[in-house]
DNA sequence: CACTTGACTACACGATCGTGTAGTAGTTTG
DNA sequence: CAAACTACTACACGATCGTGTAGTCAAGTG
């Protein structure tokens, strides 16, 4: 999980920052200046390193995009496959998945193209473990978005349950909650069916 | 569901442009100007009746939350009552509900208030329909999280699924979809057990 | 008729933002 | 050693934004 060597640079220190604070803030509401004072730099040298605004954005979506399959790599090689796994987060990448959800939302291409590499995989997943909706892409659309939905609303999700969600514990809570939810059945079958027809 | 009869002022066109715009654009993408000419009038005029961006939103907040609850009031009046039904949600609704995510996301008090009745909501209707979690507050938040997470998200997740779910079609679609979520249980509530432990 | 009030517009203000320019200090390179 | 390059800062620019001010116009109202 450590970083590259090379890593500690004042450029790396922007990206970091660009990273939290468009992630806690948004795009828009995160101004170069903003992201110079965190980062410890002058304004000049974010500008000096990418160039401009959206340079800097694509830069922090490859980053993010990178670590985030580099650290979803390591959680499949270090623990045991669960039939959940498509749905499993690490720690680190709490604010990986903040920023890159804000990026989805202000309409990057990059953030994009990895929600829908996440359909596939959750698709394939399913597909693999013997899970055969009727609608296997919109199925596997629903679980991405679910994935990230306690993401986006974290705030809100935590002033629900009355825990900072962005914890350790607090993970775990909603995390097992959501497990609920796929393990208690809402419906059958048949009442899907039925609705199915009820809404054509 | 029609609207009030004075409600066709230049007042209500404001209103109506600002909910619309601060949905699609976000809060701070969306300039005071941009309002004013979406609804055909000067920009001094927002500020005549409204005073105050800050006070814009709020009274957007306002009357979101007051015609959701209206939307909501008649769906369950209008229609038999399903399992499923705190997810259910009317097509007339999804630029309220777009708004609201987004005022949600911005830290509007009033807009999280109404989440937290969401879960309310969803809490005493498992508890109503003998769905007994062993969190129901952890588990009504994240149903409700899941209950928006496909409008947040709905670029990428139309894009994911080839459909608009904006449109009734694929609003149904992804709404089955989502059924199919909750009909076929990914987790026993042995292995639930078995992931709590470890996690902990 | 004079007066007030509310809807509405035009325009100017300071602040902030992304961006552009110029320049310094330290290191590398031929 | 001189030239070139890189990291970095300071400062100024136009644009945009929220806001403030002044004024027009029409509809009441005494």
Redesign the interface.
Known sequence: MERPADDLTARARIRDAAIELFGER?I??TSIRDIAAAAGVSSGLVRHHFGSKESLREACDKYAKERMLQIGAELTQDHDL???DPLALHPVAFPLQLYIVRS????SETA?AL??EG?DAVEDWAASYG?T???P??????????K???F??R???S????EDITTPAGY??????????????????E??DK??KQ??
């Open positions: 948004g828009d509401g669960t039939r959940l989805m939302m202000d309409g994009t929600f829908l359909v899970i909706p009727k609608d892409r919109g199925y596997a659309a629903a679980l991405a978005a679910i990230l939905s306690v986006i609303l705030d809100q999700v002033k629900a349950i009355g775990n809570r909603i995390g097992q909650a959501l497990m609920e939810v796929f393990a208690i059945p809402l419906l059958t079958p009442q899907v609705l199915r809404e054509k």
